[in-house]
């Protein structure tokens, strides 16, 4: 064998063990729920978007995916990204544009103009959008950069293991856009001034909160609630305590009637005093962390 075809095989090779390297093995948090009159569900912890798929799977997670009854996730059709995307155009549209720059405080100027040129975004694309769908799609393009894909979410990964079996949401895209068209102009406002402000490496702070999420880390998960837009006392109000709220008590009418549901949900919903585990524990059910 010539030395040029032995490279060329060893080449070849070398990229079919690449094609068959195998996900890589997370094990996220999962809680079970438990009532006095023999109510069950699960609390699974998702992420919604990763640079690359992952085995999340586990005995205990299957076993709970076949016990349940139906899947609830925070959007049903998570995996429909044009009805996502007509339900932010729709609402995210404003009727008086002007520059989104000109909705930035004075003191944030500086950050605003840096978090531009560093994502090479023009401030006149985004005049079109209220205040609180600009901060989004300056949100994504760090997310982005960060290599991190929704498409490798879990919740899209978890719905397919429904195999026929109802698949409900808590929310929907169109209500939960709708939380954030509901703040306040002030509160849209300290939501853009904080999503610029990020001056650290969204990298690295991506990475690190993935892997909390996938070894399980409940503290580390906290810590991250307690940082950034959930640092803001309303913000925290609109986009978790409230949702949790709301969350928990459509969880207990589930329940109530017998159904036994497998609850797959952003991770930082189920950890601290204000998620769904506590919530339930107040209310009278048994809530054992399984994994």
Same mark, same amino acid.
């Given at each position: 064998m010539s030395n040029r075809r032995g490279?060329?095989?060893?080449? =070849?090779?070398?990229?079919?063990?690449?094609?068959?390297?195998?996900?890589?093995?997370?094990?996220?948090? @999962?809680?079970? #729920?438990d009532g006095p009159h023999g109510e069950r569900a699960w609390l699974f912890g998702t992420i919604h978007a990763l640079p690359d798929r992952v085995n999340w799977h586990s005995p205990k997670v299957d076993a709970a995916i076949k016990s349940a009854d139906r899947i609830v996730l925070e959007? %049903?059709?998570?995996?429909?990204?044009?009805?996502?995307?007509?339900?932010?155009?729709?609402?995210?549209?404003t009727t008086h544009p002007s520059p989104l720059r000109s909705r930035v405080p004075t003191a944030a100027l500086g950050d605003y103009d840096a978090y531009l040129k560093r994502y090479g975004i023009k401030d006149?694309?985004?005049s079109g959008l209220d205040t609180w769908a600009g901060a989004l799609v300056l949100a994504q393009a760090a997310q982005r950069d960060a290599d991190s894909d929704s498409a490798n979410g879990?919740?899209?990964?978890?719905? %397919?293991?429904?195999?026929?079996?109802? #698949?409900?949401?808590?929310?929907? %895209?169109?209500?939960? =856009?709708?939380?954030?068209e509901a703040l306040p102009?002030?509160?849209?406002?300290?939501?853009l001034r904080i999503v610029i402000a990020n001056t650290g490496s969204p990298r690295e702070q991506t990475r690190a909160m993935e892997r909390a999420w996938g070894s399980g880390d409940v503290a580390a998960i906290e810590a991250e609630d307690r940082r950034g837009l959930l640092a803001d006392p309303e913000l925290r109000t609109a986009l978790l305590t409230g949702r949790n709220r709301a969350w928990t008590d459509r969880l207990a009418a589930m329940l109530a009637k017998g159904e036994r549901p497998f609850v797959a949900v952003g991770a930082?919903? =189920? #950890?601290?005093?204000?998620? @769904?585990?506590?919530?339930?524990? %107040?209310?009278?059910?048994?809530?054992?962390r399984v994994q």
């Open positions: 490279l060329i095989l060893a080449a =070849l090779g070398a990229l079919a063990l690449l094609g068959c390297r195998q996900p890589e093995q997370v094990h996220p948090a @999962l809680w079970q #729920v959007i %049903a059709q998570i995996d429909d990204d044009a009805a996502v995307a007509r339900s932010f155009a729709t609402l995210g549209s006149a694309a985004l879990v919740d899209r990964a978890v719905k %397919a293991t429904a195999a026929g079996r109802p #698949v409900e949401e808590f929310e929907g %895209a169109d209500a939960q =856009l709708r939380i954030f102009e002030q509160e849209q406002r300290d939501l930082a919903h =189920l #950890v601290g005093a204000d998620g @769904l585990p506590a919530q339930l524990v %107040a209310r009278g059910y048994t809530v054992t």
